[in-house]
């Protein structure tokens, strides 16, 4: 992922199909899209390594799971 860089939400193309939030206790923007989910992750920020590693493997089976859902054509009654 080294070439990925943030980007404003007006330069994302129209028509997007699926929006991720991960909230981390902050209010974002916005984004229209098909299909939106917020993940609700705890923000680690000024805590230790463990809780660092503990929001990652959140991220990772939240996003394993969204995967399935988009391989199996489930998506309309996902809950991440």
Do not use: W
Not at 11 to 23: E, K, N, R
């Amino acid at each position: 992922m080294k070439d990925q860089y943030a980007k404003l939400i007006e330069s994302l193309p129209s028509g997007i199909d699926i929006a991720i939030s991960i909230s981390c206790n902050v209010v974002c923007p916005s984004l229209k899209a098909r299909y939106y989910f917020d993940f609700k992750l705890i923000d680690p920020s000024g805590k230790d390594y463990e809780a660092f590693k503990e929001v990652i493997k959140t991220l990772d089976t939240k996003l394993d799971s969204l995967l399935r859902a988009i391989q199996t054509n489930s998506l309309k009654g996902f809950i991440c």
